[in-house]
């Protein structure tokens, strides 16, 4: 059964850091890409980051690149969003979410923003980010 479990949300002012920690356990020994993504009230889930874990590649959306960074510690099943310089904006609830093994031309197609949620067959349950002014 797999299972991925966010934490490190909390509340900061702008300017601010967070980092986030999805937990993965149940994943086969296999790559998969994984993805950080973000749902603000009465808007749609986007894509913030996506980690394909064969590669350790990994890539960040434009608009958020200058402050966001994703990382995985593999001995510890573990990816990471290191978030700096937080924004009100950025208030959200983060999702963190894995393919089925492969995901490689999940990876690739991130990069050109042409994600879809179905894409993502397992996903945590969110961590709150709140950023105030």
């Known amino acids: 059964q797999v ?3 966010e934490s490190g949300g909390g509340s900061v ?13 149940g994943l086969k020994s296999s790559p998969y890409c994984m993805g950080w993504f973000r749902q603000a009230p009465g808007k749609e889930r986007e894509a913030v980051a996506t980690f394909y874990t064969g590669f350790g590649r990994s890539y960040v959306d434009s608009s ?3 402050r966001f960074t994703v990382s995985q510690d593999k001995a ?4 990471y ?6 924004k009100p904006e ?3 609830l983060y999702y963190c979410a894995s393919t089925e093994p492969g995901g490689w031309s999940v990876f690739l197609r991130s990069q050109s923003g042409r994600l879809d949620r179905t894409d993502f067959a397992f996903w945590g349950q969110g961590t709150q980010v709140t950023v105030s002014s």
């Open 3 to 5: 299972q991925l479990v």
């Open 13 to 25: 002012q702008a300017g601010g850091s967070l980092r986030l920690s999805c937990a993965a356990s």
């Open 64 to 66: 958020v690149k200058d």
């Open 76 to 79: 510890k099943r573990t990816l």
């Open 81 to 86: 969003l290191q978030m700096d310089n937080l």
């Open 90 to 92: 950025d208030t959200a």
